[in-house]
Structure formats: structure tokens, C-alpha cells
């Protein structure tokens, strides 16, 4: 069973940067790391799920939701099997949990990580 | 681009059964996944590709979907089924995945 573990988050000024870590571990026999696109999602308190980014198997495409494009970069460590998400330019609006999610080169979300907090107040 | 419409709120017995649609024109051309997410947890994928079942998840949890409207069906609810459901899409127009506007679950 993958096992995906986040950290980073918290509390950050508004204009301020911070950067998510995912680290995954728990693959079946046979497969790794970078078997696997990774996806962050995030969630606003109190409201539905938003996909902000994509990253295939080799990072050699990301795709990028249109409310963090140009603000977030995702990058991917395969022989660390780690996930970045460095998010620049915080607004008040990118208060949320962030999830790190991994899928089998498929369209739908096999393994979600925990979740963390990221506040943006002054 | 897709917007996938989900009615906010569903409320059922025990022992009955709960439909949750998902809508959207022509959504029945497309692959339809969704997922479980009891409060304060991550979600949970309980039916991909329109309807099947990942290993785990009870014979309960079906789904369907044609036309504008793919549907989640739960069967004889248990109250440990109370939770938000969200339908999801990969939209090849955008290269973006696109949720539902998500269902809360209420069991009576």
C-alpha cells in the first residue's frame, strides 16, 4: 500500500512563499515511484475539492490549474521519491489543506496523502 | 470545459438507498471517478471508471453514468456511509482534472 507523507505548511503572509514536501513509500513489489503521476489538491475550509497540479511519471509534463499557474511549481524527485510544491505569491484565497496524490498513470486518484494546513493571513 | 453540478445535500434512512448525481452535458462520453470523504479524513476513491469497485469497497457502492448524468448509488446505507461525495473527470480539452461540486451525505 503506498504511503504518502506530507510536510511543510502553516502560516504565511500574504505575498509570502512556502513549499510543500511529499515523500512516498509502501510500493507494491515491481513498481516505484516513478510508476506513478503525482497531483496536489487542495481544499478551502468548508468547501469542495480543487486539482491544482499534475506531474508525470518522468516530471517531463506538469499541467497547472489556471488559479496557481504563473505562482506554483511542482517538481519530483524519483530516486528520492519525493514531491515538491513551492507555492510563491500566497494569497488570502490559497487557504486550504493541501493533499499529495499519487495515480497509476491513470485519470482517477488511487492514494491520497494526510493532508496539511496552509494559512495565508496577515 | 467541464463544471460538474452535484445537488448539495442527500438524506437517507438507514437501510435505504441514496443516489448522487453528477451532471453535465454529454458527461456520458467521458469516464466518471468518484470518492468518499468522512469528515476530517482524505477522501477515499470508491468507484472509478464509471463503476467499478477498487478492492475494499463494499458491493454497496455502484455507479453509473449516460447521457448528462452519471449517478452514485449506495445501497442499504449504513450510518458510517455519512460523508462528502465528490464525482471527478479528467477533461482532455483543458489537460486539467475537473471535481463535482460535492454531496453531503446525511443519514437519518
Known amino acids: 500500500q503506498v504511503q504518502l507523507v506530507q510536510s511543510g505548511g502553516g502560516l504565511v503572509k500574504p505575498g509570502g512563499s512556502l513549499r510543500l514536501s511529499c515523500a512516498a513509500s509502501?510500493?507494491?513489489?515491481?513498481?516505484?515511484?516513478?510508476?506513478?503521476?503525482m497531483n496536489w489538491i487542495r481544499q478551502a475550509p468548508g468547501k469542495g475539492l480543487e486539482w491544482i497540479s499534475k506531474?508525470?511519471?518522468?516530471?517531463?509534463?506538469?499541467y497547472y490549474a489556471d488559479s496557481v499557474k504563473g505562482r506554483f511549481t511542482v517538481s519530483r524527485d524519483n530516486a528520492k521519491n519525493s514531491l515538491l510544491l513551492q507555492m510563491n505569491n500566497l494569497r488570502a484565497e490559497d487557504t486550504a489543506v493541501y493533499y499529495c496524490?499519487?495515480?497509476?498513470?491513470?485519470?482517477?486518484?488511487?492514494?491520497w496523502g494526510p493532508g496539511t494546513l496552509v494559512s495565508v493571513s496577515s | 470545459s467541464y463544471v460538474l453540478t452535484q445537488p448539495p445535500s442527500v438524506s437517507v434512512a438507514p437501510g435505504q438507498t441514496a443516489r448522487i448525481t453528477c451532471m453535465e452535458n454529454?458527461?456520458?462520453?467521458?469516464?466518471v471517478h468518484w470518492y468518499q470523504q468522512r469528515l476530517g479524513q482524505a477522501p477515499v476513491l470508491v468507484i472509478h471508471?464509471?463503476?467499478d469497485r477498487p478492492s475494499g469497497i463494499p458491493e454497496r457502492f455502484s455507479g453509473s453514468n449516460s447521457g448528462n448524468a452519471a449517478t452514485l448509488t449506495i445501497s442499504r446505507v449504513e450510518a458510517g456511509d455519512e460523508a462528502d461525495y465528490y464525482c471527478?473527470?479528467?477533461?482532455?480539452?483543458?489537460?486539467?482534472?475537473?471535481f463535482g461540486t460535492g454531496t453531503k451525505v446525511t443519514v437519518l
Open positions: 496524490v499519487a495515480d497509476f498513470d491513470r485519470d482517477y486518484f488511487d492514494y
Open positions: 509502501g510500493f507494491t513489489s515491481g513498481f516505484t515511484f516513478s510508476d506513478y503521476d
Open positions: 506531474i508525470t511519471l518522468s516530471g517531463g509534463t506538469i
Open positions: 454529454n458527461i456520458g462520453s467521458t469516464s
Open positions: 471508471d464509471d463503476s
Open positions: 471527478q473527470v479528467w477533461d482532455t480539452t483543458t489537460d486539467h482534472h475537473v
